[in-house]
Every structure is written in structure tokens, then in C-alpha cells.
């Protein structure tokens, strides 16, 4: 978060919640504090992280309440109880917040909360009146910081003064562009390693309302950039400046992924105004989902890989016991040859009967290499059955965030279950089992049936046994991995076209949908079977016929019809 927008977070909460009381404070994440503070009329939940990708302060609406408590949630909930927030301090450019807390909003201050945000050396601390250091989110030794040694006991003390340039309003543009020009680079460096205050995303905002023909000028040297053009620069680096001090912000949208909290109605087109506070906490919710997802997606498909590579290993290790194998022959002859012959020692009875004894152990092996190659089959062709699980989360471009995470999680904890894979977890309270668990997709047909599609193994289970009813019909992909898909046919008979749906849905959610047709198996719920110690969503089938379900279709449909997704 930069500091334009934490200064107008900041702006908006003193201007209405001081005073506040303190209520409580949770910590859902291990660098995230969240905590409640009420007014007369009004509750306000606040949301602060130290993160180093993403410091932030953020006005939210109430959290659900997170199940283990961390030392100091408890720290703070016990030496803030009762007392009044009556003072946020934030000087000019710094990225150091103070809340100062007193036992009623007239005394002097007790506690303090002070939040440094400040990229990767991001920190918050809880102190006294004597600056001693109660609580802190990270603590520092004096061998991983030469500046200053953070710990519990010692007395709190600034961080490293900021040696860049402070941006004046009344700064001519001859100056300016003296100071940012000593250094020949890109017009965006020279602005953020001259002047305090400037990030990534100001630089942006600058160049949009400049609204200078060349859409890339921030990415220019500076020697190449026309005074014209740095003139236009300076008249909105002048506009910034004296809206940052007046306090005059407001939230817009611009270039669909950018946000910026300076620009006024006027500047920038929207088609309905948006709150400060709200506008930023679902920027930064969606973005933070958004990278949780993708982590999320890659150390699932990391596990996989990983796993793979084990899985292909121990089957060519069994293939090179079975090659091994097939010379229990050849002992057996050379131990024949020693009991043929007319002369036999001591020392040859000896030899010929190891020979006999390794050719029974080579020839019993076969069939127990045999199972274990099945197995590891097996276990790669699950392996698949999970990537394309993972693959199929993307069929449905509009879908929440919070559910393909939740899905995600799912299929990573049901990859680590089935393979006994140990996975470091942070250790919390989860909720009930039916609050977390994510539900199937169910659509209806063309005639009114329902049709549920699984997403992950736990759900491919449900659909195919505990919810179906005799009379139902099972597709999936013939030969391919993917979802098992259900056309609950016992209500009603089902028609040509619904039975086609659902064929051209198990297309879609299958690896073989980038195919024109995919050939689908059409099976009875009756006819279908779990196959012992094969796992959630292992099923064998008899009776079954095939039809050809198109992914294409099947996707355009689900677009359409698509409301039911938990």
C-alpha cells in the first residue's frame, strides 16, 4: 500500500472514530492483526498487516472470527481492554502510524500501537508509556539488523531516517527536475529514489492524469523526455502534493486495474461513486485471493510433480526387479550343470543350492513386482485425476475467488492424504466440517433435471454414491481423467437432450477437453461400483454404453445456466 493511500485510511478514521473504544482483536494470519473499535452509533473493524509483499491498513466489515488465539491477539485484547483509542499520528511522508490509547479519552496516553509499514522491514508494535516494548509482530537480533536489535523488554526506538527529498508544493520546475535528473535513468526511478513518498503505483497515476500522448513515459530515460512533457509531469506531481496535504482524497478506477485515491469525480470516468474504504478493502481482498489462489496452484502442482517423480522412479526400479527376474532360469540351469556332473565336492553341493535358492526367490518376486507396478500405475494415473482437477478450476471463468480456493485447498489436503504426504500447517481451530467444505456445481437440464458435477475427489464420491438414488445416470470421460458428473434421472425419465448435456459437461470437466469430441462413458448409478482401497472417487462400472460429449457446447451451456455453486 503506498502512502497516499494510507494517509487517506488514516484521514478517514480520524476524522470518525476518534475517540474509540477498544473491544477485541484476532490475528488470522501470522503477519495480519485485525481488531475492533467502538463508537457511540458505530463499530469499526480494522485490518493491519505486516506482510512484506503487502502492508496495509484497511477499514473492513466484520471478520468471521478466527477459532485459536495467538499470543498477541491475547496480548492486546487483555492490555487494551477498556481502553480508548484518542490520537493517530502519521507524519508527512513516513510510513510509521501511531495509535495512542488512554483509559478514558481526556487522560494521558498509556499504550501506543505502532505500525511500520514499510515494505519487507514491515513490523507492528505494542508499548507502554515508557516506549518498552510489551508485544511485536517480528523480532529482530542484532546479527539480522545492524541498525537497531527489536525484542520484547527493550525500548522501542524510530526506524532509519529517510535521507530522500521531501516533496514541497512550492518547489519550482527548474529544481525539480534538477533533483530528479542527477542520476540519468527512467523518468519512474528518478521520481522514487529522489523524492519521499513516491511508489510503483503513483508513478502510474501520474503518467494517466498527465494524459500525455506517450502512455510509456515513466519507462523513459529522462535526457530523452521533452520539457513539454516533464512540464505536464510537474503540473500533476504539484496537484498530488496539495491534495496529499489538504487531505482531499476520494476512490477511483482507472485503466481496470489500477486504483487511485487523489483523483477527484471529474478526472476520471465512473459510472457510480465509490466509498474510500470500501473501494480499498475489495481492491485489496480481490488482489490478496488472487494471490493466494495462484500460490495456492503452485504448491499443489509442486506436491504433484514431486510426487510424479517418486511415483516414476519406484516404477522403474520395480521394471528393473522384473527384468532382474526373468533369469531365475538361467540359475536353475547353472545349478543343474553342478548336480550333473560326476564328480561333486563338498563346496559344489553348497554353491548349486544358493543357485536353486535364488532362482525360487527370483521366480516367486515376478508376481509381487507385478502388484507393486500396478500400484504405482495406479498411483500415476490418480496423480493425473488431481491435475486435472486442478486444470478444471479454470472451465468456469467468473466463479468466486473464495471458492477455487477452497477447492484448491481441498484437492491439495486429499493429494496429501491419499499419498501420505506430511504438509507443515499453521495450527488453528477449523470450524464445523460442513461450513468449510465446498459443495458441487449443479445445473439444471433443458426438461428441469439436475445434473451435479464433482470438483474434487471428496465430491466426485458424494455425488456418485451418498447423494445419488437408483435411477440415476453416472458420465465420465471414457479413459481420461476428470470429474464424475450425475444427471439425477430418478425423478423424472430423462431426455435425448439432457442425456447429451451431461455428456458434453463430463467433456468439458475432463483432460480430454481441448478435443472436438470426447467419448463418454454413460453408466447406471446401479451398475456402478467403489472399488476397495482405491480411494475417494474410485469407481468400477459394468453395462455401461458411450456416447460423445462436445466441450465446447458443454461449456457455453454452464455459462448460461450456471447458478449453484457453494
Request: hydrophobic share 35%.
Amino acid at each position: 500500500m503506498d502512502i497516499t493511500s494510507i494517509r487517506s485510511i488514516l484521514h478517514y478514521l480520524s476524522k470518525q472514530i476518534l475517540p474509540a473504544k477498544f473491544e477485541t482483536a484476532q490475528q488470522p494470519e501470522p503477519n495480519t492483526i485485525q481488531f475492533c473499535l467502538r463508537g457511540v452509533n458505530y463499530q469499526t473493524w480494522l485490518e493491519v498487516s505486516w506482510n512484506g509483499d503487502s502492508p496495509r491498513i484497511l477499514k473492513i466489515n466484520k471478520p468471521e472470527k478466527v477459532g485459536r488465539e495467538s499470543t498477541l491477539s491475547k496480548q492486546l485484547r487483555y492490555g487494551l481492554k477498556y481502553m480508548a483509542l484518542i490520537s493517530i499520528d502519521q507524519n508527512d511522508y513516513e510510513r510509521v502510524i501511531k495509535f495512542g490509547f488512554a483509559k478514558k479519552p481526556r487522560d494521558e496516553i498509556s499504550k501506543y500501537l505502532i505500525f511500520e509499514l514499510m515494505g519487507k522491514h514491515s513490523n507492528i508494535f505494542y508499548l507502554d508509556n515508557k516506549q518498552k516494548i510489551i508485544a511485536v509482530g517480528k523480532q529482530l537480533k542484532s546479527s539480522e539488523s545492524s541498525f537497531r536489535k527489536i525484542s520484547t523488554g527493550s525500548i522501542y526506538s524510530n526506524p532509519p531516517i529517510n535521507l530522500k527529498k521531501k516533496p514541497r508544493e512550492d518547489e519550482s520546475f527548474q529544481s525539480w527536475k534538477e533533483s530528479i535528473s542527477t542520476v540519468p535513468n527512467s523518468l519512474k526511478h528518478c521520481l522514487i529514489n529522489t523524492y519521499q513518498g513516491v511508489s510503483p503505483i503513483l508513478t502510474k497515476q501520474l503518467e494517466v492524469f498527465s494524459n500525455i500522448s506517450d502512455s510509456e513515459i515513466m519507462e523513459r530515460n529522462i535526457d530523452f523526455i521533452s520539457d513539454a512533457n516533464l512540464k505536464e509531469i510537474f503540473k500533476s506531481w504539484r496537484i498530488w502534493i496539495n491534495r496529499f496535504q489538504n487531505n482531499s482524497f476520494s476512490f477511483a478506477i482507472f485503466n481496470q486495474f489500477f486504483y487511485c485515491v487523489w483523483f477527484s469525480d471529474k478526472e476520471i470516468k465512473s459510472e457510480k461513486k465509490i466509498d474510500l474504504c470500501v473501494g480499498l478493502e475489495n481492491y485489496y481482498d480481490y488482489h490478496l485471493k488472487q494471490k493466494k489462489l495462484e500460490l495456492l496452484s503452485n504448491k499443489t502442482e509442486g506436491i504433484i510433480f514431486k510426487q510424479k517423480n517418486t511415483e516414476k522412479k519406484n516404477l522403474n526400479m520395480q521394471y528393473d526387479l522384473l527384468l532382474k527376474s526373468e533369469n531365475y532360469e538361467v540359475y536353475k540351469e547353472k545349478a543343474d550343470k553342478i548336480f550333473t556332473k560326476n564328480e561333486i565336492k563338498k563346496q559344489d553341493i553348497i554353491k548349486g543350492q544358493k543357485l536353486y535358492k535364488k532362482s525360487k526367490k527370483l521366480k516367486r518376486s515376478r508376481e509381487l513386482i507385478k502388484e507393486r507396478l500396478n500400484i504405482y500405475k495406479t498411483n500415476l494415473n490418480r496423480l493425473d485425476e488431481f491435475t486435472t482437477l486442478l486444470e478444471n478450476l479454470n472451465s468456469l471463468k467468473h466463479e468466486e475467488l473464495f471458492i477455487k480456493i477452497k477447492l484448491v485447498e481441498e484437492i491439495m489436503e486429499e493429494i496429501c492424504n491419499e499419498f501420505n504426504i506430511n504438509q507443515k500447517t499453521r495450527r488453528e481451530n477449523k470450524k464445523n466440517i460442513s461450513e468449510i467444505q465446498s459443495s458441487p456445481i449443479q445445473v439444471k437440464t433443458p426438461t428441469g433435471l439436475k445434473l451435479q458435477v464433482g470438483r474434487n475427489m471428496r465430491q466426485n464420491d458424494l455425488i456418485s454414491f451418498k447423494f445419488s438414488k437408483k435411477g440415476d445416470l453416472w458420465f465420465h470421460a471414457q479413459e481420461s481423467p476428470g470429474s464424475h458428473v450425475v444427471l439425477k434421472s430418478s425423478s423424472q425419465e430423462a431426455s435425448e437432450q439432457d442425456l447429451q448435456i451431461a455428456a458434453d459437461l463430463a467433456a468439458l470437466f475432463s483432460k480430454a477437453k481441448r478435443n472436438i469430441k470426447v467419448p463418454i462413458n454413460l453408466v447406471k448409478i446401479k451398475d456402478l461400483q467403489k472399488i476397495t482401497k482405491g480411494g475417494p472417487g474410485c469407481v468400477s462400472f459394468k453395462n455401461g454404453e458411450i456416447i460423445w460429449g462436445n466441450p465446447t457446447r458443454g461449456e457455453d451451456y454452464i455459462k448460461k445456466n450456471l447458478k449453484t455453486v457453494i
